[in-house]
């Protein structure tokens, strides 16, 4: 142990295993999900101690490595376990082998405080991101963290109150269904002393399926009067800071409560008390690298004091140019926004209109900074720009715990014959360069404005901010960056919205096979760029490639594939994925992005999220088996119908029936479905399908494979991923065109249907033609055959005392055309027929 404190806190949150739908497979205990790693508890350790923590999941029972995003953490141990405290009574039941692990993680000294993402590779899977929290206090555990019941000494009242001092950390849980549990405890505090408690609860992020915490902080005086309450702030949206200066000594009485009560889960949260001052904000909210930017520290009642703060030498790229600011003795940390340019301070004065604005006379790039403090103020703020330079306006004000819901308008000043007019409120998840959905997937950055603006003549402009509901405050601080922009693109992992986010958020490939993933690609936020893409990877491991075709211009979907050896060592990691432009005088640049819901919501509607620009890759023990395509012969054709050959190679002792998918496809190439290979057989033939508006060319396609059964489809658990080694895919206009003429024919007769062919490449032999969807009672006597050099086709037909009078369209025409072994399935026409009542024939 090194003589370092030991935190040996740990407790679960699960439903029991009663509790468990019928339909789940037997290695599932979350009750709406089936992660790998579905939750780690406690999710807080002190920096510098040593942690034990349970982990639950699924199929944990081969463990061979952690991985955690950054330095300054590592499992040291781990064993499984098989008993678990109930979340609601806390009593040890029984778990199923492989859903419990307890670790013991080595926190280092010099560990960054705050969030840390880790995965955990098994012999076979890659896990789902989770979380790990790390605070500079001992943590010690709330004795009572289950429902409170008074006889056996609960800390739901304030003479129940659990004592505690400053500079700790306590872990404690909102059990689930418990109706507004309430977690009281007592801090000794002398008149004139501060106490700081601050929460992490929401920020958590564990609930993978409808779950919620929403805490709130209430302390009491010695009379156990109310002397303050915070539920939400601006510095970390839904968990409460209290800061206070005790008014006479006595026992205080903190009571962490949920202010409103969500779905029935149990609910962690680490409350750090404190005697640290607590700004809420900071002024201005970042400075130029390599210089010592003063700043006020502005706290909840509007007070400030004053410090210095050396800035980094050099400006980090996307959330790496924020850095934290960290008053002594405080847990979290306020953000500051570096730059390679420097800051426009507000001077004080009155520029409360556009012919009243701050002139800055010097070049961009610039940032301004300043605080609304009056009601419905705007600051205006006057500047140069020269016509054929673009920029990128980005605000920061709620992205950095400011209470300004910040509005941007950009126009010509007086004497600028300029037609640029803009104005901006919230912005979208590209805005902020990440993917996301903009319907229900919500954070502070959203608030705040983003704009692209490009002068059209050379000139002055204005800039001005204000408060979209007209508020104010000392707290309602802003930066405006004016940049150059810079065309980007972004590739992320496109997810099912029937199936969990978090399902192959990852790449996982395994021994000696391959595996595919869909890539999406999300244009910048005023990217330029119309030109093709290539995606490529960096820092793999030895013994694993990778491979995606390049992107045709507008192209926002692709597939890539991942091969290892059969001795590539087992391996997990984060990797790079990069996008460079075809053309390569071109200026253009993209990277990788993840960001996935760590707590969702009922409906989607998804406030705490995991968030990277790295990917994690992880190589794996063999599959059971391997799957392989046949490359066709001959082309897929417009509006045809191409079967591909299946095999499947199975390792001794695997049986089981083996689905086999497209999970992407050329444009306007769709597939009926999945395939089934049944239990010891070993090919199969997979159907592709060109429609009219497919585009020839030469495309690459791999095919994904995976158990039929034994797994849980919505996150992926239990399943093996493979994929065949890509093949060569060429596609190609049509063979034929028939145009049908208008056909007639009455009930308990025969007839003709007639079609001109038109020739669009030559035939490779003689083709086989049939009608298709004829309506009922009609019948092809015989199908057709079609040569080379025919320019029209008569099909036989006969209608039986079945047909209904009446006028049919759509009659189509099925070709099957054979070459080079291989037969191809085309459609072609849409024609009508009319039936008629039979006439008397005397």
Known sequence: MSGRPVCLVFFAALISVSAVADEKPPFCIFPYSCPTAGRIDPPVGQRGATHKALLLGARLQQIEEFLFYDAGIEVIAHRPVAQIPHDIHGDLRPTPAGTAVEL????????????HFFRLRTHEALSEMLSFWVTPFPCIKEHHWAHDRTANGGNGRPDLAQP???????????????????????????????????????????????GLTDCAITVYDPDQKKLAYCDDTSLRDMDPIVSLTAPRTGTYYVNIHQNMDYEGKLRPYAAHFSAARRPMITYPLGGQAGTTVPLQLIEADGTHTSAQQPLPATPGVFE??????????????????????????????????????????GELPIAFNGRIEHEGKTDWFRFSAKQGTRYRVRTY????????????????????????????????????????????????????PVAIFEPDTDGDYLIGIADAQRLFGADFVYRVEIQPHTDQAFVYFPTDYRESAHKRDRLVIHRGNTTEHILGILPGVGNRYRGGIEIYATGLPDGVTFSCPPLAPGQTLTQATLTASANAEPWAGLVELKLRPTDPAASFTGSFVHNVPSTTRRGGYNVVYNRSRRCALAVVEEAPFQVSVQTPSIPLAANALLDLEVFVKRREGFDKAIRVYAAWTPPDVATPGPVVIPP???????????????????????????????????WGTGYHFVASPPIPLEISAPYLELAFDRAAIERRQSGQITATVKVIRELPGNATA????????????????????????????????????????QIG???????????IVQESGSGI????QERNRR
């Open 104 to 115: 013991t993680l080595k926190i280092a000294d010099d560990c960054r405080v705050g969030e």
């Open 164 to 210: 505690v001092k400053r500079d700790v950390t306590v872990i404690g849980y909102h059990p689930a269904y418990a109706t507004m549990d309430h977690d009281f405890y007592a801090v000794e505090l002398q008149q004139g002393e501060r106490l700081t408690v601050e929460v992490w609860s929401a920020c958590l992020g564990f609930h993978f399926h409808g």
């Open 320 to 361: 790496q140019s924020m850095m934290d600011y960290r008053p002594t003795g405080a847990v979290i940390a306020n953000r500051l926004q570096v730059a390679s340019f420097a800051n426009v301070l507000e001077d004080g004065g009155d520029h409360f209109q556009p012919e009243q604005a701050q002139v800055y006379d």
């Open 397 to 448: 004000a709620a992205t950095l715990g400011s209470s300004l819901d910040a509005r941007l308008w950009i126009r010509p000043a007086e004497g600028t014959s300029s037609r640029v007019q803009i104005e901006a409120d919230d912005s979208r998840w590209v805005d902020h360069d990440w993917h996301g959905n903009d319907k229900v997937g919500f954070i502070r950055d959203r608030m705040d």
């Open 680 to 714: 010891g057989e070993s090919r199969g033939v997979f159907r592709l399908k060109a429609n009219s508006r497919v585009k020839p060319g030469r495309y690459v396609l791999s095919l994904t494979a995976q158990e039929d059964s034994g797994g849980y489809r919505s």
């Open 770 to 809: 049939t009608l298709v969807r004829l309506p009922t009672g009609v019948e092809l006597v015989r199908p057709a055959t079609i040569r080379p050099g025919d320019n029209q086709v008569t099909f036989e037909i006969r209608a039986t005392s079945d047909a209904l009078t009446g006028q049919y369209q």
């Open 813 to 823: 025409c099925q070709i099957t055309i054979s070459a080079q072994g291989q037969k």
């Open 833 to 836: 027929l009319r039936i008629d």
